[in-house]
């Protein structure tokens, strides 16, 4: 009966840390800040680190922008009429904003190993596009001004 209990704490705690795991790479998690955190000095470095934006190799990101709109409003885009093919990907479809959306755009000005990174903010408004799934947005692709 001991056995069957540890088994079944074992699988419920593996359980949780995969749905964690999937949790963390999710277009909301990684690119999405509404309403948009209020940090006075160094939002960038500071949204970096709370996020754990990096690399697959612990490197520091070149560039990484945060989109700060309604996820509601991000997540209609799968619906737009504006589906077009993906920069750089011409077999990958995308869908494109039909307004521009206010975003952060945070620029790699120091360091190269996670968390040793270094960032310069800058204030945009622009296009979003994003790949779906049949559950919604999946992956940003990118932005035009």
């Not at 209609?76 to 904003?97: A, D, P």
């Not at 620029?107 to 799934?133: M, N, W």
Request: glycine fraction near 2%; aromatic fraction near 12%.
């Amino acid at each position: 009966m001991i056995l069957m209990v540890i088994i079944f704490l074992l699988l419920l705690f593996w359980e949780n840390e995969s749905n964690e795991e999937v949790m963390l790479s999710t277009l909301e998690h990684l690119h999405v800040d509404y309403p948009q955190t209020d940090v006075p000095v160094r939002y960038c470095n500071y949204m970096i680190l709370q996020r754990v934006i990096k690399e697959p190799d612990n490197t520091c990101k070149k560039e990484h922008v945060f989109i700060h709109e309604r996820p509601r409003n991000i997540n209609r885009l799968c619906t737009s009429l504006k589906k077009v093919t993906c920069q750089n990907r011409s077999t990958i479809f995308c869908f494109q904003s039909e307004t521009k959306f206010k975003m952060t755009i945070c620029q790699l000005i120091e360091g190269t190993r996670y968390p040793a990174c270094s960032y310069h903010i800058s204030s945009t408004e622009g296009f979003i596009f994003v790949t779906c799934d049949d559950m919604g947005p999946v992956n940003f692709q990118g932005f035009i001004e």
